[in-house]
């Protein structure tokens, strides 16, 4: 596609249940970042991918977060056993080249009750 | 590790006057410097970017910011201000000897433009 797509662009939930949120990249871009933003607040590193592996997660909050991708694409981020504090704006972001911009979707808006 | 801040929550200033939003950064390596910028509810937009070379970067929208080694900053600039600027900035950094890692995030600015 022509961005970086989100899926979905708002997610309703209930405390203690699993939610998935998907990210596909521009196409051809290797490396793929996770961020997360609180409401009003910065953005914090999660994960990142370059292809399938990911090289850096040292961000995931705690062992309830995971994420994967596959072909070199899609990824998958994926929160078990929701908690309120988990509530917030997921980011993804795509990047062609070693140095360059970091290309966002719109995000995912997370809400626990 | 690196770092960056953004010493300002918010800045104030009138349409058309000079707007100027702050940014140190801190890196052991050499920097590759960014500005993004975010409207309500949607994604952040790249502005422009320092990876080498002259040190003012010009980017979209009539931006442009000044690398200096030095002082470490990396000081985002518009000559006249419009209503439409305002919005959330954030600079980020990565360095050089992990040019495929994250980007470091600053806090954000809040740019408020009055008419």
């Known amino acids: 596609g022509a961005g970086v797509s989100q899926s979905p662009s708002n997610k309703v939930t209930e405390k203690g249940k699993d939610v998935e949120l998907r990210c596909d990249p521009i196409?051809?871009?290797?490396?793929l970042y996770w961020y997360r933003q609180s409401l009003g607040q910065g953005l914090e590193f999660l994960i990142y991918?370059?292809?399938?592996?990911?090289?850096?997660k040292s961000g995931l909050p705690s062992d309830r977060f995971s994420a994967e991708r596959t072909g070199g694409s899609v990824s998958t981020l994926t929160i078990q056993r929701t908690q309120q504090e988990d509530s917030a704006v997921y980011l993804c972001?795509?990047?062609?080249?070693?140095?360059?911009?970091?290309?966002f979707g719109e995000g995912s808006r997370l809400t626990v009750l | 590790a690196q770092s960056v801040a953004q010493p300002e929550d918010q800045v104030n200033v009138a349409e058309g006057n000079p707007l100027t939003v702050k940014c140190t950064y801190s890196?052991?390596?050499?920097?590759?410097l960014f500005w993004y910028v975010q409207y309500p509810n949607r994604g952040l937009q790249f502005l422009l970017k320092?990876?080498?070379?002259?040190?003012l970067v010009k980017g979209s929208y009539g931006f442009e910011a000044e690398f200096n080694k030095s002082q470490t900053s990396f000081h985002l600039k518009k000559p006249s201000a419009l209503v439409s600027d305002s919005a959330l900035y954030f600079c980020?950094?990565?360095?050089?000897?992990?040019?495929?890692?994250?980007?470091?995030f600053g806090a954000g600015t809040q740019v408020v433009v009055t008419p």
């Open positions: 972001a795509s990047s062609s080249t070693s140095v360059g911009e970091l290309f």
């Open positions: 196409s051809g871009h290797t490396a």
């Open positions: 991918f370059q292809g399938n592996s990911a090289p850096d």
């Open positions: 890196v052991s390596g050499n920097p590759y």
């Open positions: 320092y990876i080498t070379g002259d040190n």
């Open positions: 980020a950094v990565r360095v050089s000897t992990d040019s495929w890692g994250k980007l470091q």
